[in-house]
């Protein structure tokens, strides 16, 4: 027996057919119902629009996301009106959703006062000068918001594993960093850093989609490939920076992002929760998932008993 979209999609005679097989009450509600499909259908055709099926779980992201949108206004105009200086980091490995959920943090905010810095490798210019020296040009101004995606937290993942700087490079890094981003504080920068976490499974499927789809071969990286071999480099990697780098002044906050949607709205949602503004919704509405968002210092503790039972396993 067919699907209902096949019984609508059939011809009338068809219907009448199965008519037959259906009780006599149900049989006249069916007619009604096909009569007002077909209404439905000629009423698109003619004014040139098509019925579209969208997943109820999508409506209520997009309408949540709408909600929170429109607080990121808010707190923009805030921001502006005070004179704050609003700097957020996004770190993590590569293909955890960092582009995707700062795209739906500043979609709908005034870009003229809000901006993303994503830079390339280094100059060769830039090479010869201080670390932070090129981070420091971009960071925000009285009013305005600044989105780093990654940040001079490069030294702390990525340049290490790779290569690209030496092992007393990378020791300088994580006791410089902390210093650094209390002097940014001390200057009255509010500073928000997330690490986005993505599984390694995630991680392949995302590789794979990037290169079939030509939306999103711009993402394609040379060492994507390596990111998986060298997994667990990074892993060790993630836990000296968290642990070098994580403060009462500018704590880390997780994302579990395998999941993108909940993770863009969990992000958002804790953007919001730290800073107070006029008109601010409930903070029911703000509530965050915590299978999705933990802190910094949960994650550590996350990380460590993680190391200790694979070192337990491994000596058994």
Known sequence: MGTKRDIIDSDIDEGEKLDENIHADRRKDNKKKFKEFKEVEHRLKKSKKVPVWVKKEILEYEEELRILQIELLKLQNYIKVKGLKLLMIFEGRDAAGKGGTIKRVTEHLNPRGARVVALEKPSDTEKTQWYFQRYTYHLPSSGEIVLFDRSWYNRGGVEPVMGFCTQDEH??????????????????????????????????????????????????????????????????????????????????????????????????????????????????????????LISGSQEIKNMESHMSLKQNGESE
Not at 252 to 275: E, F, G, M, P
């Open 171 to 292: 020791k300088e890094f994580l006791r410089e960093v902390p210093e650094y981003e209390r002097m940014l504080v001390n200057s009255e920068t509010i500073i928000i850093k997330f690490f986005f976490v993505v599984s390694k499974d995630e991680q392949a499927a995302r590789f794979k989609k990037r290169k079939t789809d030509p939306l999103k071969q711009y993402k394609l990286s040379p060492i994507d490939d390596e990111s998986q071999v060298l997994w667990d480099k990074y892993t060790i990697a993630k836990y000296s920076m968290l642990l070098a780098s994580h403060s009462d002044f500018a704590p880390w906050t997780i994302i579990y992002s395998d999941n993108k949607k909940s993770a863009r709205i969990n992000c958002i949602k804790h953007i919001l929760s730290q800073i107070d503004y006029p008109g601010k919704i409930k903070k029911s509405k703000l509530k965050t998932d915590p299978d999705i």
